[in-house]
């Protein structure tokens, strides 16, 4: 119990001083998350509107593999993305291994399936109808997509939230491939283990609750956002 | 699908990184595959970034168990090794995969274990001795022996501990037996809540000391439980590997104001050195003299 309460006391002295390497931690866990989850949106939510839109042969196999992904492990996505990218790997030349970068390919193929599973399933309740009105007023595709995204907006926002969570959370995938690299590739979750495993105990608490505070400050910009419309 | 989505992502970080820069081999970049209870110890932290300061080379230190930090070497997936397995490790120079080997530092190993030491241990010279009574008198549930289970040096040293006596602790039926697959910060954390036995560098048990109450010192100063760390340059052969970096920071491990740093390091703290220099010396050496300092 008394470790508990160093951990909290710890987090609070931490915050109050502004702890430089937390602070630099943060920022750089918001900013790698936040671009996965940013490029999973740009490409899941199109991806999401063909697959409730179209019928095509292989969809069914497609919609299962999305399906699939949704609950993909982040150790096998991380060990998957760490031998391609190691230097051996198929695109080692690329130096990418050990990079920011790689950590944002991986939290991306984490986030994708969700936020494309999510809009698969908002798009597919907008009755067809609808859709087809905004055909036969003669809307182009890019415009139909963007009715269908204001129309969906409750259940894309539950897209980003859940893609954004599961991008920030993990901790499997960013240590394969970005190795916990201070200054470089280390994360929130990463510098958690790391202290965990130093017995820094209370640094280690202080890291979660960081972490945990800064999900729940999002998804309640994001919460604020989905509900506006329904409270006024 | 999923395949040829990662194709997909990857071609877009590819031409990322192409407008970045040169694809190939980094001369300003060396990856050191290392060890996790010696990362964690902070050692590296301390030492590395005067390297780099010297060097101008960006050191990407990757902690991993002892066998992958081996296995990252031998795919030269890593420029040089720091770990402490002389066994596996010389089965790498014999193999050609490194060209130099060279002794860093060593402490030990310590058995520890709850102070009412059910397996009467406490005190024993002789490491493997005291295992073969852990595991004739923890046999049916008043002790427990917790096991890295993970390939790391130290989960190597135990091995070689347990054959020495002919025991196989894997065996079907060894409830006494934890394999806990995790560092060794979590293994002592779990043997410390189980009130078991475990094998441990000395480092990571004083780290943790407050941490872990239940557990003490109960077997040390068997020479096999000297902890030898040596340093490897993985064979340029396998392509793209920082040779010239790699044995620069050889070298720089070795050399004497380090080494003495090496000596230094939380020794105030701990009232005994942590990690006692041993560039220049050998393993037989100082099995001879039984551990003791030059």
């Keep these: ?232 | 699908m999923l395949g040829w989505l990662i194709l997909a992502v990857l071609a877009v970080s590819a031409s990322i990184a192409a407008c970045n820069g040169d694809p190939g081999y980094n001369e300003e970049e060396l990856i050191l595959a290392t060890t996790t209870s010696l990362n964690d110890s902070g050692l590296l932290d301390e030492l590395v970034p005067i390297f780099e300061a010297e060097h101008d080379v960006r050191v990407k230190i990757i902690a991993v168990g002892t066998g992958a930090a081996l296995r990252m070497g031998v795919d030269g997936n890593a420029d040089v090794l720091l770990t402490h397995a002389p066994a596996s490790e010389l089965e790498l120079v014999n193999a050609g995969d490194v060209t130099r080997r060279t002794l860093v530092a060593y402490n030990d190993f310590v058995i520890v274990g709850p102070v009412h030491d059910p397996a009467v241990i406490a005190g024993m010279r002789d490491a493997a001795i005291a295992l073969a009574n852990i595991s004739a008198l923890c046999v049916g549930g008043p002790c427990e022996f917790a096991s890295r289970g993970d390939d790391s040096g130290t989960h190597k040293k135990e091995l070689s501990l347990w054959a020495d006596v002919d025991i196989d602790p894997q065996n079907e039926g060894r409830d006494w037996y934890l394999e806990v697959g995790q560092g060794m910060s979590a293994t002592l954390t779990v043997a410390n809540q189980r009130g078991a036995y475990t094998l441990t560098d000395r480092g990571t048990y004083l780290a943790l000391l407050e941490d872990i109450p239940e557990l003490v010192v109960l077997v040390e100063g068997d020479s096999r439980l000297l902890n030898f760390y040596s340093v490897m340059e993985v064979n340029g052969d396998k392509g793209r590997i920082n040779t010239r970096a790699s044995r620069s920071l050889a070298d720089f491990l070795a050399r004497e104001d380090i080494q003495a740093m090496i000596g230094e390091y939380l020794r105030s703290e701990y009232g005994r050195p942590l990690f006692i220099p041993a560039a220049g010396d050998s393993e037989k050496a100082i099995s001879a003299r039984g551990g003791a300092a030059d």
């Design chain 1, 1 to 232: 119990m008394e470790l508990i309460w160093d951990g909290i006391r710890e987090a609070a002295r931490l915050w109050w001083a502004g702890d430089a390497e937390i602070i630099e931690i943060t920022l750089r866990t918001l900013a790698i998350s936040s671009a996965a989850t940013a490029i999973a949106l740009l490409i899941g939510i199109p991806l999401g509107a063909v697959l409730a839109l179209r019928r095509f042969w292989g969809r069914g196999l497609i919609v299962a593999a999305v399906n699939t992904g949704m609950g993909m492990p982040p150790v096998v996505v991380g060990l998957i993305v760490a031998l391609i990218l190691w230097r051996t790997g198929p695109l080692g030349d690329l130096n990418l291994i050990y990079t920011p970068t790689a950590m944002v390919v991986a939290q991306l193929l984490l986030s994708l399936p969700l936020v494309v599973g999510f809009s698969l399933a908002s798009i597919q309740s907008v009755n067809p109808r609808l859709i087809g009105q905004m055909w036969a007023m003669g809307a182009n595709r890019l415009q139909v997509l963007w009715l269908l995204i204001r129309e969906t907006r409750l259940g894309l926002l539950a897209a980003v939230m859940a893609g954004f969570g599961a991008a920030i959370s993990e901790v499997g995938a960013s240590m394969q491939v970005g190795g916990n690299l201070a200054g470089e590739t280390r994360v929130l979750t990463t510098a958690t283990v790391l202290e965990t495993g130093r017995g820094n105990f209370e640094v280690a608490i202080a890291l979660s609750l960081v972490l945990v505070v800064l999900a729940f400050l999002v998804n309640l910009v994001l919460t604020g956002v989905q509900q506006r419309r329904f409270v006024s």
